[in-house]
């Protein structure tokens, strides 16, 4: 399961698309929306895709995680949209036989998708607003909103 979505994310669903007889352990990562970001405070986050290509990329980062953790299942879901405080942004989950790979996998996973995937947000503070992207080689349009970024297949 790899999606992208505008509707609040079901942490349960995410799960169970990992579940399988051979699992010994399943990590979830669920990054949520915090209120404080080097002392500036959030009232709300936009994030925004590049849809087709952030399936693709998610799509990839699941498959160089069965590429290192061959009895690895992976689901990684992310949200669009306004987001408030506290709101779930991302699930990734991951199952593998043992913890130590489930750990490492779900790591890598969260690691990969601010290096490669196509998802900006916008930060709305209290005192002015900010697009952020974390991708390699992200630029910024002169209004700030990043471009660029490795689209590559």
């Not at 990590?27 to 087709?52: H, M, P, Q």
């Not at 799509?59 to 506290?86: N, P, T, Y």
Request: glycine share 8%.
């Amino acid at each position: 399961m790899f999606k992208m979505t505008k509707d609040p994310i079901n942490i349960n669903e995410v799960t169970n698309a990992v579940v399988k007889r051979e699992a010994g352990a399943i990590v979830n990562f669920i990054g949520t929306v915090r209120e404080l970001t080097d002392g500036k405070k959030t009232l709300y986050l936009e994030y925004e895709a590049y849809e087709s290509m952030a399936l693709k990329k998610l799509e990839r980062i699941g498959q160089e995680i069965k590429a290192k953790w061959d009895d690895a299942e992976v689901a990684i879901v992310h949200r669009l949209g306004r987001l408030e405080i506290s709101d779930v942004a991302v699930v990734i989950s991951v199952s593998t036989p043992h913890r130590h790979d489930a750990y490492e996998a779900n790591r890598y996973a969260i690691e990969r998708i601010k290096e490669i995937v196509p998802i900006w947000k916008k930060e709305h503070w209290e005192d002015g607003v900010e697009w952020i992207g974390n991708q390699k080689g992200t630029k910024s349009y002169p209004e700030g909103k990043p471009i660029g970024g490795d689209f590559n297949d």
